[in-house]
């Protein structure tokens, strides 16, 4: 998506126009221009200099954002948020405030209140009327930006908002001036009674109060905007605009822009990280609540990655530089949000048709009511403050607004806590979710396996079995040996050196120490070595049905014990799943897991369903499936995962995860925390609540301000309005729908007391009819090939036919170790990753 910059736009009319223009461009597949941040962003294969014509065709500024951006792209941004227009305002307010007073003074104070004046115009009504005009044309010009782009976009045959308040400023000075003429001609008749009479159809002072009034709205609605990317630029303000490198031992400060990947930089306690990086020398705790949200330091130490903007706490580090410029987390940070904020979420589209015809409408309606009210008999001075009321106090700012405002401060907050919207849509749809699907590895488990169980046999120790245990797992490579590793030196235990070691694939270890045997491994293979009670045996069984993994050692043929390794729960993942069902979520767990390991973590975390034995492209088949029955989100951390993210309605990456998923989903979780997705949900239907109230009293407010304008009330109850409340009341209403959305910064995300559920709940009903099946399957009656790598002789096609055969529902296996493939007979539909892990398991690679 290319990103512009785009000036002249004043209301929903406006960007309404612009987006049209852009649209027709040949090339352009879609177009999205944001009021807020008067931006636009365009995809297709268009050239820059066609779009930047059609927009200046459509009466209005634009320029392609620069590719040279400052750390964290900030120069870009900073052009894109920086108010440039209150100031300016503010100056025009101070201005015609100013020329106001005296104005309000002979109007109104003068002629209404009876407020003495220089004697000079006692009785001299024409010299108080050209005073009159003298302030209200000062005014006007002051405030000429109204009539230039008002009637510009008139000329273009686009009205905007500033067409609306021009006309009806121009309507009341062009009538006033009539007036003041027409006394002039009754004064030189000596018909002092019209004279006066004239006098009273002056509306100057509402020609003026008009232009004072939006200018009023327009700053503080200006102001508000401001907070509501207050996120955003308060990320930007974090780049650091410095660094200090260490080259040739001596140490410097350089510009940002001169760190290159690979340089090596220094940062003292009390500083910030100015790139991202990984730690070369020293250690330390980093406070990375800006990024993530999270307000507990996180360790550094060696070969720990570090991100910019993080706030080094206590140590000293070396750091070499890994990405710079854009490429860094911060500046990946700010272009989502930013790419977010130029997105538009579906339900914006309701206000940009309305607003689209908005201004035209308005401009007949009240065509329609002078013409009315002249021909109900009234004169032409009450018709026409009709038609000037409708004008003013119409609005189409507030439908323009009503959606990206409360996205933008919805997309900051996220941001604040750490979690990423990508687009507007993705900020809308979250909260419209039905089911969500949850990788178990790295998503609802840490990813890590950990030591669970340490159950010594008689006559040996916990820590004798642990340290032994250590010495013979400290040579493998193995995921469940770093389980054990860890442990041993977590409680500081010392290694013995291990001679003769051996691993047997898929099996277990073997090796020698002190001249005494030691072998570890799974029951079959510590069967042979030694003799298992059937109390310990009971005990494995038990400890596999929690979805741990047993791992036996024994020593000179007697047991030592079993250690049991597992992918444990995250600590807040039982509690997320519950908020997610409590919320009127079905939670699906999707593992390739045998059957048995993932129901015992899918009862651990309470999931509703569990789907095990599923491949990469088996996982994005569930969420087709899955799709069938209602909006799903999948989260997954994996590449595995990243097929299943894109087939999702929504897809949650955690933000540890790979570069791919998280390029593949539509939210990232910075936390890496499963808390966060009921917490994104909550702010998402938040979120739309908000914009549902937004557009309510964005319709609302025209709905009744435009018939009580026009007079529609007059004959039933005498109800009329001013020009001038007309104009408040137009200046106030985008305030107010702002200020409402602000409102969303005053959102717990983490609060779960006020969750509901949605009339569309799912429940807990199984949606997925067989665990596995929509994953590809094997069927009763078919063949299946195995491409097997690392057979040798026939005893090796021995072992894969008897491994493949002992699976039930296998009727026979044909394996060849010169074609290095198995041909599986079946009875019965069998998943092709219990096959594949049964040949696995005998020491074999499966290719295919």
Known sequence: ??????????????????????????????????????????????????????????????????????????????????????????????????????????????????WPLPAFFDGNHIAMGLVQLLFTVAIMVVNQKFFISGFKSL??????????????????????????????????????????????????????MILTLITVGKMLEARSKGKTTDALKSLMKLAPKTAVLRKDGAEKEVPIEQVRIGDLFVVRPGENIPVDGIVREGNSAVNEAALTGESIPADKALGDPVSAATLNQSGYLVCEATRIGEDTTLSQIIKMVSDAAATKAPIAKVADRVSGIFVPAVITIALITIAVWLLAGKDIGFALARGISVLVISCPCALGLATPVAIMVGNGMGAKHGTMFK??????????????????????????????????????????LLKKAYALEKKSEHPLARAI??????????????????????????????????????????????????????????????????LFFAENGHLMGIIAVADVIKEDSPRAIQELKNMGIHVVMLTGDNERTARAIGKQAGVDEVVAGVLPDGKEAVISELKKKGRVAMVGDGI???????????????????????????????KSRLSDVPAAIRLSRATLRNIHENLFWAFIYNIIGIPLAAGVWIPIFGWTLNPMFGAAAMSLSSFCVVTNALRLNLFKMGDASHDRKRKDALGSQKLIEKSGSAAPQNKGGENMTLKVEGMMCGHCEARVKKALEEIDGVVSAEVSHEKGTAVVTLSKEVPAEILKKAVEDAGYKVLA
């Open 155 to 208: 000329a273009h045959r686009a009205p905007n908002m500033d067409t609306l308040v021009a006309l009806g400023s121009t309507a009341s000075f062009v009538y006033s001036v009539y007036a003041l003429f027409a006394m002039t001609g009754a004064q030189v008749r000596g018909d002092m009674d019209a004279v006066m009479s004239y006098m009273h159809e002056f509306y100057f002072e509402s020609a003026a």
């Open 423 to 464: 687009t507007a849509v993705s900020l809308e749809e979250t909260g419209k979710i039905q089911i969500v699907a949850l990788d178990k590895t790295g998503t609802i488990t840490s990813g890590e396996p950990e030591v669970t169980d340490i159950l010594p046999a008689d006559g040996y120790t916990e820590e004798e």
């Open 1 to 114: 998506m290319e990103q512009y910059n785009v000036t002249g736009m004043s209301c929903a009319a406006c960007s309404a126009r612009v987006e049209k223009a852009v649209s027709k461009v040949p090339g352009v597949t879609s177009c999205s221009v944001s009021l807020l941040t008067n931006s636009m962003g365009v995809e297709g294969t268009a050239s820059s200099s066609a779009i930047i014509a059609a927009v200046t065709e459509a009466g209005y500024g634009a320029s392609l954002k620069g590719t040279e951006k400052t750390q964290g792209g900030a120069s870009d941004y900073d052009d894109m948020l920086k108010d440039t227009e209150t100031p300016k305002m503010k100056k025009r307010l101070i201005v015609s405030v100013a020329l106001l007073i005296p104005l309000m003074y002979f109007s109104m104070g003068h002629m209404m209140w009876g």
């Open 485 to 550: 590793l860890t442990l041993a030196e977590e409680r500081k235990l010392s290694a013995s050196e291990i001679e003769d070691f051996q691993a047997v694939p898929g099996n277990g270890l073997t090796g020698s120490l002190n001249g005494k045997k030691l072998a570890g491994g799974n029951l079959s293979f510590i069967s042979k070595e030694s003799t298992v009670s059937g109390q310990l045996s009971e005990k494995a069984a038990a400890l596999s049905e929690e979805g741990k993994t047993p």
């Open 640 to 670: 595995n995962d990243a097929p299943a993210l894109t087939r999702a309605d929504i897809g949650i990456a955690i933000g540890a995860g790979t570069d791919i998923a998280i390029d593949a989903a539509d939210i990232v979780l910075m």
